[in-house]
């Protein structure tokens, strides 16, 4: 999470894992698995879990729950309250759920701090500790 730049993180996000690797053209499909979920376990070691990764969460198990529950009684009705789950996951997905990018949020940053944050400079764990703290001043 230090050496890997924000670009990549992004990236990695947008579904491109092998943007794990230091070096493009090094490294496998199953290596790129192994590192990301290494850092995405101090990811989560460091910062925990977000208000919106848990608001997903919940939408999650509430959707599992109604697919429980229509398996079980078969009443139709519970088909549109899971559509209804579906649409407000689809919502929160976007821009993770804030209406922001990171792209977005590096350009209020930048404002904020006076100078220009490029997603390539940055590592992972000093955008998420200066978010934190551009969150905390406003």
């Known amino acids: 999470m230090d050496e890997l730049s924000l670009f990549n993180w992004i990236k990695i996000n947008d579904g491109n894992i092998h943007f794990v690797r230091k070096n493009i053209d090094d ?4 290596l790129d698995e192994f590192w990301f979920s290494k850092i995405y376990d101090e990811y989560l070691a460091d910062f925990g879990l977000s208000d919106m990764h848990m608001k997903l969460l919940k939408t999650m198990k509430k959707r599992a729950l109604l697919e429980c529950e229509f398996a079980i009684t078969r ?3 519970k088909l549109t309250e899971i559509d209804l789950e579906i649409a407000k996951l689809d919502s929160m997905m976007k821009n993770n759920g ?3 990018t990171i792209e977005q949020s590096l350009i209020h940053m930048s404002k904020w701090m ?3 944050i490029n997603s390539k400079n940055i590592s992972i764990r ?3 500790n200066l978010l934190n703290e551009f969150k905390r001043s406003h």
């Open 98 to 100: 804030t209406g922001m």
């Open 75 to 77: 009443d139709r009705f």
């Open 114 to 116: 006076n100078t220009w």
């Open 27 to 30: 490294g496998t499909p199953a």
């Open 126 to 128: 000093d955008y998420f």
